[in-house]
């Protein structure tokens, strides 16, 4: 899903820190704050056109109330970013994770060549905040909500000036619990969300971090990445698969843990991409990505760190059904 999360004292709001410390565990019913995600502002006669031969989804489905999850891809089909889309009378918005700030809108500049299309960075100029619920709050002067499925549940986006994030935020906080980082990272984590540096990087294809039901339109025009999708759900089959993991014996897990099954323990068949402990499932459990033939729900791996000489025999875990929870 690629999302991104604001510390609230970005803005200089002293008076907001205390809803870091009323964060929630379980993200329901809450608010977060993804105003450190980049945002682009797509302008001209082309933009539609041209967005839509750049990523994986149909943005002509993008409306001003509802958003487009979808995936920018390399001609391997390979990762660039994931990004939500939502569409304005006369603009278009992108977001996507605060790490591809540097990459993302030279990914989609180095494509254009004689479109009448302007890529602006405006992630200084808007805040966003997202709140999980099945109807959005109601706000004094305010209804300009953009449904977005950013947790894999119902959810709702708001789009504001930089200059009202203080004042909306604690508008919002009357009305929800704010769910911090930590919170959002265990959230997504228990939900199977892939995230950009995480799940998601320039290795993998789409379809592998399980983002083909929320990213990928089959009956769309041609896009960048397109001939290697289709040649994937053809043949029905991936290299490797984003998996839930849950350790078997109560010890923590941890990124980059590496994965091997139980009887070949010096085989390697995959690695551990993100973990936390869950307090809802009162386990310690992981993402990771796993090779055919050894990601089966139910199977047994072991997971240890690389070349690491304690516990040589790892920590055993096994693969279940996404989302955790």
């Known amino acids: 899903m690629g999302v991104g999360f604001a510390p609230v004292r970005k803005f ?3 008076a907001f820190q205390t809803a870091m410390k009323s964060s929630i565990s379980s993200g329901e019913g809450a608010v977060f704050d993804l105003s450190d995600r980049v945002k682009l502002l ?4 082309d933009r539609l056109r041209f967005l839509n031969g750049q990523v994986s989804n149909n943005i002509r489905l993008a409306t001003e109330t509802r958003s487009v999850h979808a995936c920018v891809l390399s001609s391997k089909g390979r990762m660039d970013a994931d990004v939500f889309i939502s569409s304005k009378p006369n603009s278009l918005h992108v977001d996507a994770d605060a790490a591809l700030h540097e990459t993302l809108q030279e990914r989609f500049e180095r494509y254009l ?3 009448d299309v302007a890529i602006e960075d405006v992630t200084n100029e808007l805040a966003i905040f997202h709140v999980t619920e099945n109807s959005p709050p109601v706000l004094p002067n305010e209804s300009k909500w953009i449904a977005a ?3 894999g ?8 000036k930089v200059a009202r994030h ?4 604690q508008e919002l906080l009357t009305r929800l619990p704010f769910c911090d980082h930590e919170c959002a990272e265990k959230l997504r984590i228990e939900r199977g969300i892939p995230r950009w540096g995480f799940e998601l990087t320039s290795e993998i294809i789409p379809i592998e971090a399980n983002l083909e039901a929320s990213c ?3 009956e769309k025009g041609c896009y960048i990445g397109q001939e290697v999708i289709s040649r994937m759900k053809m043949s029905g089959q991936t290299n490797k698969r984003l998996c839930g993991l849950v350790s078997k014996t109560g010890v923590p897990l941890a990124y980059g843990m590496r994965l091997a099954p139980v009887s070949e323990e010096n085989k390697d068949v995959g690695w551990i991409s993100s973990a936390v402990r869950s307090e809802r499932l009162e386990k310690f459990i992981a993402l990771g990505f796993v090779k055919r033939g050894f990601n089966q729900v139910g199977t047994l791996l072991r997971a240890r760190l690389p070349k690491s000489t304690k516990d040589v ?7 279940i059904t996404l989302p955790f929870v």
């Open 113 to 115: 060549i004689a479109d």
């Open 12 to 14: 200089g709001a002293v």
């Open 149 to 151: 499925e950013r947790f």
């Open 166 to 169: 203080d004042e909306l935020l």
């Open 313 to 319: 025999k790892g920590i055993r875990v096994e693969i």
């Open 42 to 45: 797509f302008t001209g006669a």
């Open 153 to 160: 549940a119902p959810g709702w986006d708001l789009w504001v």
């Open 216 to 218: 990928i339109d089959y």
